[in-house]
C-alpha cells in the first residue's frame, strides 16, 4: 500500500512572508506591553474606589497617594533590578532604616545634611555591593545572601542607635520629606526622578539588556560573552542605593531617624514588582509596571482606608488581589 | 496479521498553526514502525496525542480495532501505550529505582515504600536490557547515555503492548544504539509494537519494518523499508532532492596563519595534556564518541569553563582567555551543545539574542541604545545568515531548531569575530537546515573566519572537515587531513585509540 499524498504544498512555496508580520494597531501594541495587565488592573482598583467612597476623586487625594506610595516604590526600583536578574533583595528595609538613621545620627552630631546624606547613600551603595559580591562572585543564592545581611543591617542600625529614634534634625533637611518643588511634594519629585533614571538604565543602555539577558538566561549570556558577574554586582548595589534614598525620604517625612522602620518593607516592594507584571524568576517584566503596581498598592491603601475597612481585613484584601494579579500574569505566559 | 494500532484522520491545531492535518497511520502487531520527518513535521505531536498527553480535535484511535480516548498519559499506560521522551523525564536528584517506580511504588500494607521490592525488579529489568547501571546515585550523576537508558527501562517496566521510542538514539554512541536494536528486536519477538523515530536513516533501515514519512503536519506517505531507498525518503521528508549535503572543501592552504593555537591544555590536575591548532579560513572537526572530552576541551580553551593550566596562543600573542567575555575581546565565539539552555535566551526577541554582545556598535556618542540602527542591522544579518522569521521582534522561541541555531550564528557574525566553535550544531535540527548549516560554514571560511566543528555525527565530520582531531577519553589520539578523513579511520581512532 505504497502512496503519496499528491496535493501537498511544497515547502519552497511556504516564505517567511506568508506566516503571520505582528499587526500594528493601537490596541494590539498596547496589549503586548508587559505593564498592560498590570494597568488595566490600575484602573479598575481605582474605579471601584471612585464608586465607593466619596473623596476618592480630587486632586488633594491623589497627590496625597503619591505621596503615600513613593518610598515604596523607590525601594521597589531596586527591586525590579534585582528581580529582572532573576534574583531578590529582601534587605532593602533594614538598608533602609540603617541609612536613615544613620543620616539623622550624623546631622544630630553635627555633620551638615550635604555631607550627611551622601555618606549614608553610600552605606546603602556599599551594603548592595556586600550583598552583590557575595551573589555574583561567591555564587550564593540572592534569597540567603540578603536573608542574611538583612539581619545585619537591622542590627547595626539598633546598636548604632541604642534602639531609640533619634530627634532633633536640622529644619533644612525637612525639604526631602515635606518640601515641595514647582507645587509637587518632594517625595514625588524624588520617586519620578529615579523612575526616570531606571527606565532610561533598563530600556535605552547596554547594561539594562544584560539585567535582563541575566534574568532570562544567564548561563547563555555569559557564554556570548558578557561580564555577568558583574552586572549583578551593580544590580544588588543599585537595590542597595535604592533603598537609601528611601531612608533619606522617611528619615526626613518623619523629622526622626528610626531604627525599627521598614519592617517587612521587602514584601511591599516584591509586591510591587510582581504586581506589575515583573515575573518573579526574571527576564521578563517593566520599570513602568512597577510603578504602577506600586500605585495600585497605594489605591488600595487610601481606598480601603476611607471606606473604613479594619487594617486587619485590608490585609487579607491586598494578598488577595496580589494572588490574582500574579494568577493573571502566569495565565498571560501560558499562552504564549 | 492484525493491526494492533491505527490512527485516522488525526488533526490537531494549535493557536495559529494547523500542528496535524488529518494523519493515518497503521501499525501491525509486533512491527517496528519508523515515523519520519524533518523536524517540526509533527511527529512528535503525534506521539502525544497517541500516548494521551495532547488530546486530538478530530480523528480517532484504535488499539486493536477499539476505538480509545485517553484524557491522560497515565490512561494511555493502563491502555498499553508507554512512551521514551525525546526530553528525559527523570528527576535528577532521584536515583534509577525511584525514577523508574515514580508515582507507582510498590508499598507494603501500611502504605509505606518497600524499597526492596523496587530494586530486585528493577535489577531483573537492567539484567534484561544487559546495562551496568549504579542504581543508588542519583541519575543526574550517570552519563546521559545511562540515563536514556533508565528511560527505557522505566518505559519498559510499565509492560507496554505498545513503545514509542521518540529519538532515543540521539545520545547514545553507535555500540549503545546498537544494544538498543538488540532489545528492541527482542521486544519485537514478545509481539510487542513500536514506534521509532529517528533522524538517522542507517538505523531506520536497520532496525524497522515499515516506514511512515509527515512533512508539514501532513502524512506524505507509509512503505515497507525493503521497497525503499535513502534518497526517496529523503525526498518524501523535505519535499525536494537534496542535491549535495556538503559544500566542495578547498585546495588547502600550508602556509595558512595560525589564528588559534593552544600549546597545552589540561583539564585537571592528572587529566592528559592536549594541544591542537586553528589556521585561517579552515574547518578542524573535534571528532569522537560521546563524552570523549570534545566540548570540554573547547570550552576550557576559550575560559568558558576552568582549566587547571592552559597555555594558548591567538594570532601569535599568548592570551589569558580567563572568560568568555575574553575570549569575545580576541575573536573567538561560541554556540554552545545546547542552543537552549546555553545558547538562546528563549524569551527573548531575535534582535535582543542577537544584540546581546555588540550593544556597544549601537551607543554612538551618547550612553543610549540606538534602537532603529539596532533593528536594521540585526535584520540586515539576519539576511546574511538566512534566518528565517516574520520579524526581528519575533520571539526566539516560537523559531524552529535550525532558524534558532542560525539566530546564535548571527550573533557572532555581527561581531568582530574571527573564530568560531560550533558545538554540535545540527543536533535536533532537520535535513534541510542542516544543508543549510554546512554551506553557512563553508562560506564563512572563505570569508576569513576559522571554525572548530565539534560533532558526533561522522558523515558531517568527514563531509565538511579540512583536518579532523580525533578524541578518546579525554584526549587527541589523531589529527587527520586530506585522505585520511574518511569515516574508518575516524571511528578507529577513536574507539580504539590507535
Given at each position: 500500500m505504497q502512496q503519496q499524498a499528491t496535493n501537498l504544498n511544497p515547502i519552497e512555496q511556504l516564505s517567511p512572508e506568508a506566516s503571520s508580520i505582528p499587526t500594528s494597531t493601537w490596541l494590539a501594541r498596547t496589549k503586548r506591553t508587559p505593564f498592560f495587565f498590570p494597568l488595566v488592573g490600575l484602573i479598575a482598583v481605582s474605579l471601584v474606589m471612585i464608586v465607593t467612597?466619596?473623596?476618592?476623586?480630587?486632586a488633594n487625594n491623589f497627590l496625597n497617594i503619591a505621596r503615600q506610595v513613593s518610598i515604596n516604590a523607590i525601594i521597589a526600583v531596586g527591586m525590579t533590578c534585582a528581580i529582572l536578574s532573576g534574583g531578590i533583595d529582601l534587605a532593602v528595609g533594614a538598608v533602609m532604616a540603617l541609612s536613615g538613621t544613620l543620616m539623622a545620627g550624623l546631622m544630630v552630631a553635627g555633620v551638615p545634611p550635604s555631607a550627611a546624606i551622601p555618606i549614608g547613600l553610600c552605606v546603602g551603595l556599599l551594603f548592595g555591593l556586600f550583598n552583590g559580591f557575595f551573589v555574583a562572585y561567591a555564587g550564593m543564592p540572592p534569597i540567603i545572601v540578603t536573608l542574611a545581611t538583612m539581619g545585619i543591617a537591622r542590627g547595626i542600625a539598633l546598636i548604632y542607635t541604642g534602639g531609640y529614634p533619634i530627634d532633633g534634625l536640622p529644619e533644612s533637611f525637612a525639604f526631602f520629606g515635606r518640601g515641595s518643588v514647582l507645587g509637587v511634594q518632594t517625595p514625588v519629585v524624588i520617586m519620578l526622578l529615579v523612575f526616570l533614571a531606571a527606565y532610561l538604565l533598563l530600556n535605552q543602555t547596554p547594561v539594562g539588556r544584560y539585567i535582563y539577558a541575566i534574568g532570562g538566561n544567564e548561563e547563555a549570556t555569559r557564554l556570548s560573552g558578557v561580564r555577568v558577574a558583574r552586572y549583578k554586582l551593580l544590580v544588588y548595589a543599585l537595590s542597595g542605593f535604592t533603598a537609601a534614598l528611601a531612608g533619606l525620604v522617611l528619615s526626613s517625612r518623619l523629622m526622626s531617624g528610626q531604627p525599627n522602620s521598614g519592617v517587612a518593607f521587602e514584601m511591599d516592594a516584591i509586591a510591587a514588582v510582581v504586581m506589575g507584571g515583573t515575573s518573579i524568576s526574571g527576564g521578563r517584566g517593566s520599570i513602568i509596571g512597577t510603578l504602577i503596581g506600586a500605585m495600585m498598592l497605594g489605591v488600595l491603601n487610601n481606598g480601603l482606608n476611607m471606606m473604613g475597612v479594619s487594617p486587619y481585613v485590608q490585609n487579607i484584601i491586598k494578598g488577595l488581589i496580589i494572588l490574582f494579579a500574579i494568577y493573571i500574569s502566569r495565565e498571560r505566559r501560558k499562552r504564549r | 496479521m492484525n493491526t494492533a494500532l491505527r490512527l485516522e484522520q488525526i488533526t490537531k491545531r494549535f493557536p495559529g498553526v494547523n500542528a496535524l492535518t488529518t494523519i493515518d497511520l497503521a501499525v501491525e502487531k509486533g512491527e517496528i514502525h519508523a515515523l519520519l520527518g524533518e523536524n517540526g513535521a509533527g511527529k512528535s505531536t503525534l506521539m502525544k496525542i497517541l500516548s494521551g498527553i495532547y488530546q486530538p480535535d478530530e480523528g480517532r484511535i484504535l488499539l486493536d480495532g477499539v476505538e480509545r480516548c485517553f484524557s491522560s498519559y497515565n490512561e494511555a499506560v493502563a491502555a498499553g501505550v508507554a512512551i521514551i521522551f525525546q526530553e528525559f523525564s527523570l528527576i535528577p536528584d532521584l536515583n534509577a529505582v525511584e525514577n523508574i517506580f515514580l508515582g507507582r511504588e510498590h508499598t507494603n500494607s501500611l502504605g509505606f515504600l518497600t524499597r526492596k521490592s523496587m530494586l530486585q525488579e528493577a535489577r531483573a529489568l537492567f539484567k534484561k536490557l544487559g546495562i551496568a547501571i549504579d542504581l543508588e546515585v542519583p541519575v543526574c550523576k550517570l552519563s546521559v547515555a545511562q540515563q536514556q537508558f533508565v528511560e527505557i527501562a522505566k518505559a519498559l517496566s510499565l509492560n507496554a503492548r505498545i513503545l514509542i521510542l521518540d529519538e532515543p538514539t540521539a545520545t547514545l554512541t553507535p555500540t549503545e544504539a546498537e544494544h538498543l536494536f538488540g532489545i528492541m528486536r527482542d521486544l519485537k519477538a514478545h509481539d510487542v509494537t513500536m514506534i521509532f523515530i529517528s533522524h538517522h536513516l542507517d538505523e531506520i533501515f536497520e532496525v524497522c519494518d515499515r516506514i511512515t514519512v509527515l512533512r508539514d503536519g501532513h502524512y506524505v506517505g507509509s512503505t515497507d523499508v525493503s521497497e525503499t531507498d535513502v534518497d526517496t525518503l529523503v525526498e518524501w521528508m523535505v519535499g525536494r532532492r537534496l542535491e549535495q549535503a556538503f559544500p566542495p572543501k578547498p585546495v588547502r592552504n600550508s602556509s595558512a596563519r595560525k589564528v588559534l593555537e593552544a600549546r597545552s591544555v589540561q583539564l585537571a590536575k592528572n587529566a592528559p595534556i592536549n594541544s591542537f591548532t586553528l589556521h585561517e579560513r579552515e574547518i578542524l572537526g573535534f571528532a569522537g564518541l560521546v563524552g570523549s572530552g570534545r566540548s570540554e576541551l573547547a570550552r576550557a580553551v576559550i575560559g568558558a569553563d576552568k582549566a587547571w593550566q592552559k597555555e594558548i596562543y591567538v594570532l601569535d600573542k599568548r592570551t589569558a582567555l580567563k572568560d568568555t567575555a575574553e575570549a569575545l575581546e580576541v575573536g573567538i565565539g561560541l554556540l554552545p551543545e545546547n542552543r537552549k539552555t546555553e545558547g538562546l535566551i528563549v524569551d527573548f526577541s531575535i534582535r535582543d539574542n542577537i544584540s546581546i554582545n555588540n550593544l556597544g556598535k549601537y551607543l554612538g556618542t551618547g550612553p543610549f541604545i540606538d534602537h532603529r540602527a539596532e533593528y536594521d542591522t540585526t535584520q540586515e544579518v539576519m539576511n546574511r545568515v538566512g534566518v528565517k522569521a516574520p520579524h526581528p521582534m519575533t520571539v526566539v522561541g516560537e523559531l524552529s531548531g535550525g532558524n534558532q541555531q542560525k539566530v546564535v550564528i548571527s550573533r557572532w557574525l555581527n561581531h568582530h569575530c574571527k573564530v568560531l566553535i560550533f558545538d554540535e550544531p545540527t543536533r535536533g535540527i532537520d535535513v534541510g537546515a542542516k544543508s543549510e548549516i554546512y554551506t553557512l560554514m563553508r562560506r564563512l571560511t572563505n570569508e576569513g573566519y576559522a571554525i572548530i566543528f565539534i560533532s558526533s555525527e561522522l558523515p558531517e565530520i568527514v563531509g565538511l572537515c579540512d583536518r579532523v582531531a580525533v578524541f578518546r577519553q579525554g584526549a587527541i589520539v589523531a589529527t587527520l587531513e586530506g585522505d585520511e578523513i574518511n569515516s574508518t579511520e575516524v571511528m578507529r581512532h577513536a574507539t580504539t585509540g590507535n
Open positions: 467612597t466619596e473623596n476618592f476623586l480630587s | -
